[in-house]
């Protein structure tokens, strides 16, 4: 029986399986499901992580003014929205248009004093992501054979050696 593995813990087994994307092991793994593989048995596991920073844009007072306003402008429509709900008959648009204008001009002046703070060190915007070289099946030493074959039947790539992953 399979334990449910903690976090933090180092997977175990055997690769029985390699893919260049996430979504062609999860393909795999779907295939051994619909073969009635115990599927409770694999892992998938990505390899050679990288931290990938893709630069989206150039960062200048106007756009980080304009996002924070933004950004408190949400903040302000939800809080709007819940307090014209609760507010005197009447009253409650008023009490909606100041929620978002107050949430606009928080929303911009904290993210002002945010970047004022980074001393024009970081004058650009990014979007951070943590991908993998490739996607390794693992699988508990028992199955390994019969999963190694049944992916290969598929045309899938499965690892050159048959080694123990972190036992």
């Known amino acids: 029986m399979t334990q449910p593995m903690n976090k933090g813990q180092v997977p175990t087994g055997w690769p029985v399986g390699s893919f260049k994307t ?5 393909q795999a793994v779907d295939g051994l499901s619909d073969k009635e593989f115990p599927v409770e048995k694999l892992s998938i596991v990505g390899v050679d992580l990288m931290q990938v920073e893709k630069i989206t844009g150039r960062l200048s007072w106007p756009k980080v003014l304009g996002t924070g306003a933004l950004s408190g402008l949400w ?3 939800f809080f709007g929205l819940l307090l014209s709900l ?3 008959e009447g009253s409650g648009f008023a009490t909606f ?3 978002l204008l107050i949430g606009a001009i928080f929303g911009a002046v904290f993210a002002a004093v945010a970047y004022a703070f980074t001393g024009g060190k970081r004058d650009f915007s990014s979007a951070t992501a943590i991908v993998a070289g490739r996607y390794d099946i693992l699988c508990e030493p028992d199955a390994a054979p019969e999963a190694r074959d049944l992916i290969a039947e598929a045309g899938g790539t499965t690892p050159a ?4 992953i972190g036992e």
């Open 161 to 164: 050696s048959e080694h123990v």
């Open 75 to 77: 903040m302000g429509l």
């Open 86 to 88: 609760l507010t005197v």
């Open 97 to 99: 248009i100041w929620a």
């Open 22 to 26: 996430y979504a062609e092991a999860q």
